[in-house]
């Protein structure tokens, strides 16, 4: 058989998005970076003609290119919190005004074989945003977020992703020289505000494109 690996994923992607779907979220199937970025730019924008978008961080969405995408665009209106040139002031506040966009695109950390998302936050704009705010939620998950239950995707990001996290982000926290979650009490700590989404209300605002492809951490 050729690439094994690929076809496995199909197989178990396949299967999750069944579950997505029955969870009432609207599900796509990507087989790269570049095929999920043609999915939301060729149908999931032409279908909800949003006139303001935002995202939230994002290794996986920064792979899609779609980042660049959105910013650079005439055709949309766009609040970009990730500008680097913004004092953390005014991106405090381009996330607020995040929150009543047309379509936010963001990752998720972790994603259960039921089809639930978990995800983890310092500030709480991006899971702020999954949970209410933007009229639709866009949601790129890479194939190495899966993981069997809610427990699992609990240990996944605080053992994994938040240490890697603030290494990324060149954080002053514990896990940075421990490699691991030491439950800390630092001025930087990234680990705040969790939420489960267990089910999209209204039923089909969240989209989740599945790319069978490992992005991000």
């Not at 966009?101 to 945003?129: K, S, Y």
């Not at 190495?144 to 240990?155: E, F, G, S």
């Not at 020289?177 to 680990?191: E, L, N, T």
Request: some cysteine; proline content about 4%; charged content about 30%.
């Amino acid at each position: 058989m050729d690439k094994p690996i690929e076809n496995f994923w199909d197989i178990n992607l396949r299967e999750l998005k069944q579950r997505l779907t029955k969870n009432g979220f609207d599900v796509y199937l990507a087989d790269s970076a570049d095929s999920a970025k043609s999915i939301v730019t060729d149908e999931i924008l032409p279908q909800l003609k949003p006139q303001t978008v935002s995202w939230g961080g994002s290794l996986t969405l920064a792979a899609t290119g779609l980042h660049e995408f959105l910013r650079d665009s005439d055709e949309y209106e766009s609040l970009d919190t990730w500008d680097k040139s913004l004092s953390n002031e005014d991106k405090n506040e381009r996330r607020r005004q995040a929150l009543l966009v047309d379509c936010f695109f963001c990752g998720t950390n972790a994603i259960t074989e039921d089809g639930h998302l978990v995800n983890l936050d310092m500030i709480g704009n991006r899971t702020g945003a999954i949970t209410f705010g933007p009229k639709n939620v866009v949601i790129l998950v890479s194939r190495n977020k899966l993981v069997p239950d809610l427990q699992r995707a609990m240990d996944r990001i605080k053992e994994y992703v938040a240490p890697v996290n603030t290494m990324r982000l060149d954080m002053k926290t514990p896990c940075v020289k421990a490699g691991y979650c030491m439950d800390c009490d630092s001025p930087q700590r990234i680990c705040n505000v969790w939420t489960i989404t267990e089910k999209s209300f209204p039923k089909g605002r969240i989209k989740v494109v599945l790319i069978n492809d490992d992005l991000g951490f």
